[in-house]
């Protein structure tokens, strides 16, 4: 027990969400931590204080973490060679949860260098100087467009994918199915669902998937079009099959989930879906946001019967804002999380249900954090958001 807890953990982007919360379950879990965070103008005092909140105290967190700064893309981790190999040789298990998520066309090469490139980096690092355990990060949607029940140990079924993100997260983990082979590196591999904020607290770093179609919603009701406040007179259609079910995964659950399987030694070589085993569907999840964000006009329509009328102005807003978002409200797999529940059994762990409570939640920590607008995240979308105030400009004053 005791050189258990003294093990040293690698952690790759800890900065991140879901990432914040795996190092702090490591953490408190009694081990030693190195984060490899990307280098910045900010000092170490900054960069805990993105992945601890303040009650942690910092001189208890000196204590038990290291921050490298690297670069998962680059050789030797973006280190001297003499830094990269001391750096081998202290470290038991790797945490690999570094990643971009961008879903946009036309960013490929930054996937398939972070999310692949950086994959097969960190794994060549697991197998310097001595064998470290990996336990790595993809996601669900490798499934990509299939349908009906996908098995965790199911990688290639010859799937196509619905954005880039999904190809190169698929592509970093066949990249690791052939050199795992070949190397016998322990691994684990974790498929969340759809990432969403805590909870218990609401807390959320990024206001993305979802949050993207509440903060529509909000906007289209803080715009309000003239006379809007009868449904059946100016109903907010939206494509998509109400039926098909939208897996949401609460942050912390992942976190938690992810920490009690890693402890275990039957987790090496297996996959486990990190989801929800009875995800909301969209037509729930569509009330349950007209409640949240008091837009009571949300009507979500087959894409045939939303084609046979022309697109009012706020529709066609409302559908280039969420655009890349729209294959995912035609269906999705059933993701089996056999693997999962089994080794959960008896920890306590459970996946929250989403309720309209949470959604409610959710939607009020986004609205008083002005959708996490921080830095560059906030010049991009205020970009986005002067590009589209004429839209709104145009609504407002059509003749109704």
């Known amino acids: 027990e005791r050189r258990m807890r003294q093990k040293t953990i690698l952690i790759t982007g800890a900065t991140g969400f879901l990432g914040s919360y795996i190092a702090r379950e490591q953490f408190e879990a009694g081990f030693h931590l190195k984060l490899l965070v990307r280098k910045a103008t900010t000092g170490a005092k900054e960069r805990l204080s993105e992945v601890f909140p303040e009650n942690y105290g910092l001189k208890t967190l000196l204590k038990r973490i290291e921050i490298i700064e690297g670069d998962i893309s680059r050789n030797y981790l973006g280190l001297g060679a003499r830094e990269y190999f001391k750096l081998a040789d202290t470290v038991d298990e790797v945490f690999h949860c570094a990643e971009t998520t961008q879903l946009r066309t036309g960013e490929d090469d930054t996937l398939a260098r972070i999310n692949v490139l950086g994959t097969a980096l960190m794994s060549l690092f697991c197998i310097t100087k001595r064998h470290k355990r990996l336990h790595y990060i993809s996601t669900a949607y490798i499934a990509g467009k299939r349908r009906g029940v996908v098995l965790e140990d199911e990688l290639d079924e010859g799937q196509s994918f619905n954005n880039g993100y999904e190809r190169s997260k698929y592509e970093a983990e066949r990249y690791l199915a052939v050199f795992l082979g070949?190397?016998?590196?322990?691994?684990?591999?974790?498929?969340?669902?759809?990432?969403?904020?805590?909870?218990?607290?609401?807390?959320?770093?990024?206001?993305?998937?979802?949050?993207?179609?509440?903060?529509?919603?909000?906007?289209?009701?803080?715009?309000?079009?003239?006379?809007?406040?009868n449904p059946f007179l100016f109903p907010l259609r939206i494509p998509g099959n109400k039926h098909s079910t939208v897996n949401l995964v609460p942050v912390d659950y992942a976190a938690r989930a992810i920490a009690a399987i890693a402890m275990k030694a039957e987790s090496i070589n297996k996959t486990f879906h990190i989801v929800n085993p009875s995800p909301p569907t969209l037509g729930e999840l569509a009330v349950w946001l007209t409640v949240a964000t008091g837009n009571h006009r949300i009507k979500v329509v087959p894409l045939h019967e939303f084609k046979m009328q022309p697109q009012t102005l706020e529709e066609q807003l409302f559908l280039r804002r969420t655009a890349i978002f729209q294959p995912y409200m035609f269906g999705e797999a059933c993701f089996d999380s056999t693997n999962t529940r089994n080794l959960l059994s008896g920890t306590g762990i459970e996946c929250p249900i989403i309720t309209d409570d949470l959604i409610c939640k959710f939607n009020k920590y986004a609205v008083d954090m002005s959708w996490c607008r921080k830095g560059q995240i906030a010049k991009r979308i205020e970009k986005v958001d002067n590009g589209f105030e004429n839209f709104y400009t145009n609504l407002n004053t059509m003749p109704i």
């Not at 969403?196 to 009701?221: P, Q, W």
């Open 182 to 229: 070949q190397y016998r590196v322990p691994c684990t591999i974790y498929r969340p669902g759809i990432i969403t904020g805590d909870a218990i607290t609401g807390y959320t770093r990024k206001c993305e998937n979802m949050y993207v179609f509440c903060r529509e919603l909000n906007r289209l009701n803080a715009h309000g079009m003239p006379n809007s406040g």
